[in-house]
């Protein structure tokens, strides 16, 4: 509730949080299928209409609203992104604890496995995974969750290894603390604050790669809605229907533009260091 | 000199690293690279047809003795021999390069020319409606994606003025300047703008820490003039964040920048991966990742070199 409270006191927070409020509603419509129209029922003698009463946001080549089109497009969208960056958090955080924790060899093997990770260009890492493992929804889950894994593994590690070396933990050794309980109560505890910020920022980043890959064809399948695939296919049509484009493109756009307003809102408010030079 | 040594010795067992996963992710796609090749006309090969091509591109072999010939084919400056091109994969990916490499050049010159001066003004206007103002737009551009903003270019031009990027057959620079700058310009400011939105807020936020050093105040109590104060005083340390991020940012483009390549049609280095991971082209996309892995290495080992140019009191790999 504190925390609410705070992101709503602060500037960009406010912003922020209501467009991240206001699509996750739409994303929830859309994946229950509450939309104004079904989106991928074709009214053939509909097509290419421009935005009016019955298509809010006009239809596409094929007759299918837009505005629903969209809509499924946002719980897709989020799906993918609140998916791969959970996969991501929860990798990273083990990955990044065992690596402070144990030290020596596994933090020295660890972290080499992530720089080879991280000197893997992010979109051809997940080109290749979903080549792999074939386009849809759940791939390219894992793929961008496994792009985005080393970041957390390097968020999580850094402090957890200043952390490892206070006294408190120290403490709690000499009290006889097992290993499981101090690496999840005084550590990891003391992570949430920086994961979240990260979490936030890396929902952005999540939303992006994922328009990515579905504008190259790599993530949700037609006739499913995705933005990316929405935009994809706006191309041809741009002169004589720029709503395909302008629509999917302002969603996509908006809802980045929401998660980093958030992120950076949580930034000033979990960390006071920051707080003298909010960008 | 230590901190290079040692960074440059880590550098074949990253690569090593990046050299297996590529090696096997490939293998795992679906497929053989000769039927992506051939398309339909694989089914007229016959069986011993196919076998010699197979030895040929010497994917009959078995996969640790691929690995090994591919391994000790680089280091004698042999990457294999793309399916796809017929070609050897060095001069494939040598080929490309350039255009991604002047892509990556011109859109960080964007980005520093926008971004730098952008930044600065808004820290020396703090909480100023202007410096609310370039804050607004640096947020915008940081969440536009490039394709969104490649194509609303395209679109505003095509249907405002009539006028089409240049596309069709790529100037290379060196024979052709203007046409060449023609065909990159938009492109460069496709992927400069969300660039130029990250340097300006780091740049803000970096001299803004800054200008409450106490070094400083004391200039300017000793009376320095204020442009003396920002330009000679504190711009110099607030560089480094700038650095960083530019260098890790260029690090990425020099990967090549898949989608705006596609967009706007142009043969770099994105879009030849992109294309060899869909064709099943091992050699090609084993040789190109490894290479783009090897430069990402290397401007982040510049990077790091360029702090201590910058600040002599950083002494690299000291804890």
């Given at each position: 509730?504190?925390?609410?409270?705070?992101?709503?006191?602060?500037?960009?927070?406010?912003?922020?949080?209501?467009?991240?409020?206001?699509?996750?509603?739409?994303?929830?419509?859309?994946?229950?299928?509450?939309?104004?129209?079904?989106?991928?029922?074709?009214?053939?003698?509909?097509?290419?209409?421009?935005?009016?009463?019955?298509?809010?946001?006009?239809?596409?080549?094929?007759?299918?609203?837009?505005?629903?089109?969209?809509?499924?497009?946002?719980?897709?969208?989020?799906?993918?992104?609140?998916?791969?960056?959970?996969?991501?958090?929860?990798?990273?955080?083990?990955?990044?604890?065992?690596?402070?924790?144990?030290?020596?060899?596994?933090?020295?093997?660890?972290?080499?496995?992530?720089?080879?990770?991280?000197?893997?260009?992010?979109?051809?890492?997940?080109?290749?995974?979903?080549?792999?493992?074939?386009?849809?929804?759940?791939?390219?889950?894992?793929a961008i969750g496994i792009v985005y894994t080393p970041i957390f593994t390097r968020v999580v590690r850094g402090p957890?290894?200043?952390?490892?070396?206070?006294?408190?933990?120290?403490?709690?050794?000499?009290?006889?603390?097992?290993?499981?309980?101090?690496?999840?109560?005084?550590?990891?505890?003391?992570?949430?604050?920086?994961?979240?910020?990260?979490?936030?920022?890396?929902?952005?980043?999540?939303?992006?790669?994922?328009?990515?890959?579905?504008?190259?064809?790599?993530?949700?399948?037609?006739?499913?809605?995705?933005?990316?695939?929405?935009?994809?296919?706006?191309?041809?049509?741009?002169?004589?229907?720029?709503?395909?484009?302008?629509?999917?493109?302002?969603?996509?756009?908006?809802?980045?533009?929401?998660?980093?307003?958030?992120?950076?809102?949580?930034?000033?408010?979990?960390?006071?260091?920051?707080?003298?030079?909010?960008? | 000199?230590?901190?290079?040594?040692?960074?440059?010795?880590?550098?074949?067992?990253?690569?090593?690293?990046?050299?297996?996963?590529?090696?096997?992710?490939?293998?795992?796609?679906?497929?053989?690279?000769?039927?992506?090749?051939?398309?339909?006309?694989?089914?007229?090969?016959?069986?011993?047809?196919?076998?010699?091509?197979?030895?040929?591109?010497?994917?009959?072999?078995?996969?640790?003795?691929?690995?090994?010939?591919?391994?000790?084919?680089?280091?004698?400056?042999?990457?294999?021999?793309?399916?796809?091109?017929?070609?050897?994969?060095?001069?494939?990916?040598?080929?490309?390069?350039?255009?991604?490499?002047?892509?990556?050049?011109?859109?960080?010159?964007?980005?520093?020319?926008?971004g730098l001066p952008a930044g600065i003004f808004a820290a020396t206007h703090n909480e100023k409606p202007s410096d609310?103002?370039?804050?607004?737009?640096?947020?915008?551009?940081?969440?536009?994606?490039?394709?969104?903003?490649?194509?609303?270019?395209?679109?505003?031009?095509?249907?405002?003025?009539?006028?089409?990027?240049?596309?069709?057959?790529?100037?290379?620079?060196?024979?052709?300047?203007?046409?060449?700058?023609?065909?990159?310009?938009?492109?460069?400011?496709?992927?400069?703008?969300?660039?130029?939105?990250?340097?300006?807020?780091?740049?803000?936020?970096?001299?803004?820490?800054?200008?409450?050093?106490?070094?400083?105040?004391?200039?300017?109590?000793?009376?320095?003039?204020?442009?003396?104060?920002?330009?000679?005083?504190?711009?110099?340390?607030?560089?480094?964040?700038?650095?960083?991020?530019?260098?890790?940012?260029?690090?990425?483009?020099?990967?090549?920048?898949?989608?705006?390549?596609?967009?706007?049609?142009?043969?770099?280095?994105?879009?030849?991966?992109?294309?060899?991971?869909?064709?099943?082209?091992?050699?090609?996309?084993?040789?190109?990742?490894?290479?783009?892995?090897?430069?990402?290495?290397?401007?982040?080992?510049?990077?790091?070199?360029?702090?201590?140019?910058?600040?002599?009191?950083?002494?690299?790999?000291?804890?």
């Amino acid at each position: 509730m504190r925390i609410l409270r705070a992101i709503f006191g602060h500037g960009s927070g406010r912003i922020g949080g209501v467009i991240v409020g206001v699509y996750l509603l739409i994303a929830i419509l859309g994946m229950l299928g509450l939309t104004p129209h079904n989106p991928i029922t074709q009214y053939r003698v509909d097509r290419l209409h421009a935005p009016n009463g019955a298509y809010w946001m006009g239809t596409d080549l094929f007759g299918r609203d837009v505005a629903s089109r969209l809509m499924a497009g946002v719980g897709q969208s989020f799906t993918v992104a609140f998916f791969s960056v959970a996969f991501a958090t929860l990798a990273g955080t083990v990955l990044g604890l065992a690596a402070a924790w144990l030290g020596r060899r596994w933090d020295g093997m660890l972290m080499r496995i992530m720089d080879v990770l991280l000197a893997f260009p992010a979109i051809l890492l997940a080109l290749l995974i979903v080549t792999v493992a074939g386009p849809g929804t759940w791939t390219s889950v894992v793929a961008i969750g496994i792009v985005y894994t080393p970041i957390f593994t390097r968020v999580v590690r850094g402090p957890a290894l200043s952390l490892k070396a206070r006294e408190f933990v120290d403490a709690a050794r000499t009290f006889g603390s097992s290993p499981s309980y101090i690496v999840t109560r005084h550590l990891l505890l003391n992570l949430v604050a920086p994961l979240t910020v990260q979490v936030t920022l890396a929902l952005a980043w999540a939303l992006l790669t994922e328009a990515g890959l579905s504008f190259l064809g790599l993530g949700t399948q037609p006739p499913a809605a995705s933005l990316g695939l929405m935009l994809s296919d706006s191309r041809n049509l741009m002169e004589t229907a720029p709503w395909l484009m302008i629509f999917p493109g302002l969603a996509i756009m908006i809802s980045i533009l929401g998660f980093n307003l958030l992120g950076d809102a949580l930034r000033d408010i979990l960390d006071p260091k920051m707080r003298r030079a909010p960008a | 000199m230590n901190y290079l040594m040692r960074r440059l010795a880590a550098f074949p067992l990253v690569l090593l690293g990046v050299s297996i996963l590529v090696f096997v992710a490939i293998r795992m796609v679906p497929g053989d690279s000769i039927t992506a090749m051939l398309g339909t006309e694989a089914g007229l090969l016959t069986p011993a047809q196919r076998d010699s091509l197979a030895a040929y591109f010497g994917i009959d072999q078995p996969w640790f003795v691929q690995y090994w010939r591919w391994i000790s084919g680089i280091l004698h400056g042999n990457l294999g021999i793309s399916v796809t091109y017929g070609r050897p994969v060095l001069d494939v990916i040598l080929e490309r390069f350039p255009l991604t490499l002047e892509l990556a050049v011109l859109s960080m010159i964007i980005a520093l020319i926008v971004g730098l001066p952008a930044g600065i003004f808004a820290a020396t206007h703090n909480e100023k409606p202007s410096d609310l103002g370039v804050r607004v737009v640096a947020m915008i551009g940081q969440s536009t994606p490039s394709f969104v903003l490649g194509l609303l270019i395209i679109y505003t031009l095509s249907a405002g003025f009539g006028v089409l990027p240049a596309m069709g057959e790529f100037a290379p620079l060196w024979q052709d300047p203007l046409r060449n700058l023609g065909q990159l310009i938009l492109p460069a400011i496709t992927l400069g703008f969300a660039f130029a939105a990250s340097v300006t807020r780091i740049s803000r936020s970096a001299m803004l820490d800054v200008l409450s050093d106490d070094y400083v105040r004391t200039a300017r109590s000793k009376g320095a003039p204020a442009r003396s104060v920002i330009w000679r005083h504190a711009l110099p340390n607030a560089l480094i964040p700038v650095v960083t991020l530019s260098g890790i940012e260029f690090g990425y483009l020099l990967g090549g920048a898949v989608i705006v390549e596609q967009i706007y049609a142009l043969p770099g280095l994105g879009r030849m991966v992109l294309d060899a991971i869909l064709q099943r082209d091992y050699a090609l996309v084993q040789g190109s990742v490894l290479f783009i892995a090897l430069n990402f290495m290397i401007v982040n080992l510049l990077v790091d070199l360029a702090y201590v140019a910058l600040d002599p009191r950083i002494r690299l790999g000291e804890q």
